[in-house]
């Protein structure tokens, strides 16, 4: 289980890093072109991508269980520490309140992007080994 938890902070670290710099491209030079949930639309494959691979090296590396509960502890454990990352950089970097960050997820595009993130903590569960 410890391996799971070490995997999950991990796999958060790498794909929060690439998501980020991917979503500046997005907000700045996408959604302005085409719209905000259009251009959620073409981050998602991309980011799911990046998150199946990372995932596929992490759990070789690490040796993650392919038990169900060391998986989905590895992939919970990265959706709770995205949470609270996205939800802190809103309101502590962005200015945004909580009000505001949560109305966010009555968009289509927040809930597209709600949804890609639960992908992002499922993919533990159903990846193999790289």
Request: proline share 5%.
């Amino acid at each position: 289980m410890r391996k799971a938890v070490v995997a999950g902070i991990l796999y958060f670290a790498v794909v929060f890093a690439f998501a980020f710099a991917i979503g500046t491209v997005r907000v700045l030079l996408v959604a302005p072109r085409l719209g905000e949930t259009l251009a959620v639309l073409l981050e998602l494959p991309v980011v799911l991508g990046a998150s199946w691979a990372c995932c596929g090296a992490l759990v070789t590396r690490l040796t993650v269980s392919p038990r169900p509960g060391d998986r989905m502890m590895m992939g919970g454990v990265a959706f709770v520490v995205l949470q609270a990352a996205e939800a802190l950089l809103a309101i502590f970097v962005f200015g945004r309140s909580p009000t505001v960050y949560l109305a966010a997820f009555t968009t289509l595009a927040g809930q597209l992007g709600l949804a890609g993130q639960i992908g992002f903590a499922l993919i533990p569960l159903v990846r193999r080994r790289g």
